[in-house]
DNA sequence: CCAGTTATTGATCAATTGATAAATAAGCAG
DNA sequence: CTGCTTATTTATCAATTGATCAATAACTGG
């Protein structure tokens, strides 16, 4: 994971037979091409990493939203602000035509749903079952996510030192998040 | 530069001679090495798009801020929000050490700093001259770039359709901007 | 049309690279 | 120790790839 994070996909396996202080063949040993390897880089990279806990504190309504909302984003951030996952995820953009889509697909539907359905329920409107999620409840979402992992991609990618501390960013963001989503909300439900 | 936006900076030659309709030593008639060949792709793309009456946009104060940034962001994004800029930008990322640094350095000194400036004239706060630009105002102007970096993110590297029209992205971000970064701002000067 | 210059191509080299197979080393049950 | 299995290495293949060079084609001024 740590080599085609720092190589890109187009690492040789030599070299990467050299970090592990092992022959190039005998990785043929244990996969049957370079492209299963990465494959496997894959699965513990993006689906390892992801802790179903997540979906409970986001939903947990005994706990204050915004409270929920902080801790989930800082927990998700600590993972995937980390040169393997950030890197990693965007050579796969470059060059696999599905893989992120298909995270992505996966991040809406087990967290950014689930952030929406709370605000609503938080600001007393319908539920997404009965009105569907909105493009723009949907990009506040979006917007959110984007700062976060874009203090990756400046950092792992730019290689640029992050002046300011991550959680403070995550509490601000979250903070006018909450403040701003409420103007996008769809009508109070009428009795 | 599609061809290396498409295919990164490890597409080979002969593919590129081939999709330019001549053949794979001709391009040695015009460029020394490959580097060089990426070299001028990056100064074409990066160097040669930038459009120095932005920064007479942002400074023009005969027009409200508001409506400055807005225009500013709105040609800036209209710029970078294509499959090569985004593409190109992220592979030398992962792949060069410099580039995006040298780049952004230009972008924070040419445009950020000059937003910062004009926020404070607006609010009546100390020039950037006599006191620096905080890292909390460089984060906000950071995370609208994000932002609108992100769309780009989202469309070319993710493949994933962009639902909602990215000027009235630009107009609610610049505006919540503009609302947020009040508070972030430095004390007014005593008299 | 000619001579000289420039543009373009075909053939090919040397290094790289994913993959294979036979040979060797290491581990282990009895 | 023996026989068998598993782990690892050495040697090597075939395809790829950046780059070079001599040969050929196209162009240009006179």
């Keep these: 994971m740590s080599f085609f994070a720092e190589h ?10 050299k970090r592990l202080r ?12 370079k492209e299963a390897l990465i494959e496997r880089v894959y699965q513990e990279v993006f689906i390892g990493r992801w802790k179903p806990s997540w979906e409970k504190i986001i939903t947990d309504r005994s ?21 393997e996952w950030i890197r990693l ?3 796969a953009g470059l060059k696999d035509l ?4 298909r995270y992505l697909k996966m991040l809406r539907e087990r967290a950014f749903e689930k952030v929406i359905e709370e605000i609503r329920f938080e600001y007393g409107r319908p539920s997404t079952d009965e009105l569907p999620t909105t493009d723009l409840e949907v990009e506040m979402v979006w917007g959110l996510h984007a700062a976060i992992f874009y203090l990756g991609v400046r950092k792992f990618i730019y290689s ?3 002046e300011t501390d ?3 960013i995550i509490d601000a963001k979250v903070t006018t998040f909450l403040g701003g989503v409420r103007f996008v909300l769809p009508a109070k439900a009428m009795a």
Tied chains: 1, 2.
């Design 8 to 17: 890109g996909f187009e690492g040789q396996t030599r070299e990467l037979a």
């Design 160 to 162: 640029m030192p992050l």
């Design 89 to 91: 995820f965007m050579f």
């Design 63 to 83: 706990v204050p939203l915004k409270a929920r909302l902080i801790q989930f984003y800082r927990e998700y951030a600590e993972v995937i602000l980390t040169y």
């Design 98 to 101: 599905g893989l992120n889509a």
């Design 166 to 168: 991550v959680n403070s």
């Design 22 to 33: 092992i022959t190039q063949p005998l990785l043929y040993r244990y996969f049957p091409s």
